[in-house]
């Protein structure tokens, strides 16, 4: 814990803790050497995690990264983290992200962005003491303060969440393990919604066996969450290693989209050669509604958010601006209290649930995603184990490179983690190869519901 809270000192500047808690890390780790003593070290014991800002900590102070939760100390904590320190893990502080989850990059937070620690090759970013010149990348988002702590080794590891690719997109562009787990298998309770029917929390790790062994620790029932599934958590840690001779992969054609990068192709064909060598079948196959994924999720999501997000009225929580009525209260707070992207997300979702667009948006968009979910029962029920895919469409770029003028072009960083969400499928991100310009790329694998298993046994063959 100690060697942590140094280097959280040193590596201050990457801006991926919005507040560090060292006080409460070293009292933690305390009360852990005396359960080590006691001989009644938990699975976790000592292990220095850092916190998504998305996660309530009783006591801390949880903003999502929005200035209308301002200085919200939740008088609760989540079951995630209570289960992490249960476990014996020691909480390190609180990690950055986009506001409310809502992003690719975490620009969109209300505290400086955090800085990937990896550098494009011959860039002198960063380097030394000196003047800093070019374009720092950012560390994909939204849990872009998860990815580049743990990258940066500003923690063991971290938690976070998975809207639409928040976990594997940024793990993918920070070379570390993300995975998002079945919808379900994780309690949500405690964590700030965005999408309540597409969020699931998961852990980001340096590698395949540690994201397992967080996963082991904070997966499972909890009756505070009735879309938490009870149903036994198995040795993710078991999981790791194991032979996948015999298993089938399927690669999805459609996923092969215009205009995809070589190094990319180039990525996902290494990625199969290997699974093939360690006798895993490779078969082609087709998941025809995977173009329509893209278009649902950014109807669905926006949706349930305008929703979710209706509770920040200036009344209940953090930030509060007076008005001369009530009305004028709950306007004044959110325009102050809400980023452009927010606002953005809450106006497309207001107009989709409207009186008359609703059949025309919302609906069409469900049926959509019972179509993209059937694809891949299709595919698990012809024998695939599991998916492999690329996790996102580049590496890392810089900060300010993307959405500023045209924010579909950030929306098209999630091309190949959206799907998993709207099918309610684990997927996780391994780091597989380095771009021409020496940055990290990352592979997906996606399984069936509830087989997380499989994809920390295929994923340690390509790590
Ligand atoms: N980038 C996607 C979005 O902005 C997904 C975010 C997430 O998974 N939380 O909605």
Request: aromatic share 8%; glycine share 12%.
């Amino acid at each position: 814990t100690e060697a942590y809270l140094a280097a959280m000192e040193k590596g201050r500047k990457l801006n991926a803790y919005v507040l560090e808690t060292p006080e409460k890390a070293l009292e933690m780790a305390a009360a852990s050497d005396a359960r080590i003593a006691k001989g009644e070290a938990g699975p976790l014991e000592g292990i220095p995690i850092g916190v998504k800002d998305l996660f309530c900590t009783k006591g801390v102070r949880t903003t999502a990264c929005s200035n209308i939760l301002g200085n919200f100390v939740p008088p609760y904590e989540s079951t995630v983290t209570s289960n992490l320190w249960r476990d014996g893990a020691v909480m390190l502080g609180k990690l950055n992200n986009d506001e409310f989850a809502m992003g690719s990059s975490n620009e969109t937070s209300c505290f400086p962005g955090p800085i990937n620690p990896w550098r494009r090759q011959g860039s002198n970013v960063g380097a030394g003491s000196g003047a800093v010149e070019g374009t720092y990348l950012v560390p994909g988002g939204s849990s872009g303060g998860s990815s580049a702590a743990v990258a940066a080794m500003l923690c063991a590891g971290a938690t976070a969440t998975d809207t639409g690719g928040s976990i594997r997109q940024p793990a993918a562009l920070t070379g570390t393990v993300g995975i998002k787990p079945t919808y379900g298998r994780v309690s949500r309770w405690g964590i700030v919604a965005f999408a309540s029917s597409l969020d699931q929390a998961g852990p980001i790790a340096r590698d395949v066996t540690d994201a397992a062994m967080l996963l082991r620790s904070f997966a499972g029932a909890d009756a505070k969450d009735t879309t938490c599934v009870d149903r036994d958590v198995p040795d993710y840690v078991a999981a790791v290693g194991k032979s996948i001779k015999d298993m089938t992969i399927g690669i999805p054609r459609e996923y092969r989209i215009d205009g995809m990068p070589a190094e990319i192709q180039k990525l996902w064909d290494e990625g199969a050669e290997i699974l093939k060598e360690a006798g895993a079948n490779i078969v082609e196959i087709s998941l025809p509604h995977t173009k329509y994924a893209l278009p649902a999720y950014y109807i669905v999501a926006p949706a349930e958010a305008s929703s979710n997000l209706a509770r920040y009225d200036g009344v209940r929580y953090g930030l509060r601006e007076p008005g001369k009525d009530i009305v004028e209260l709950y306007e004044k707070t959110r325009a102050k209290g809400f980023g452009k992207e927010v606002r953005r997300r809450i106006m497309i979702g207001t107009y989709v649930l409207s009186a008359g667009y609703y059949d025309a948006y919302y609906v069409r968009a469900q049926k959509l995603r019972t179509l993209i979910k059937q694809d891949f029962e299709q595919a698990y029920a012809s024998g695939v184990d599991a998916i492999l895919t690329p996790a996102t469409p580049s590496a890392a770029f810089g900060i300010g490179e993307k959405g500023s003028a045209d924010p579909v072009e950030m929306y098209l960083q999630d091309i190949f983690t959206v799907t998993v969400n709207m099918a309610g499928l684990p997927g996780i991100a391994v780091p597989a190869g380095l771009d021409n310009q020496g940055l990290p790329l990352g592979l997906q694998l996606i399984g069936r519901a509830f087989d997380e298993e499989t994809l920390f046994s295929v994923a340690s063959v390509i790590e």
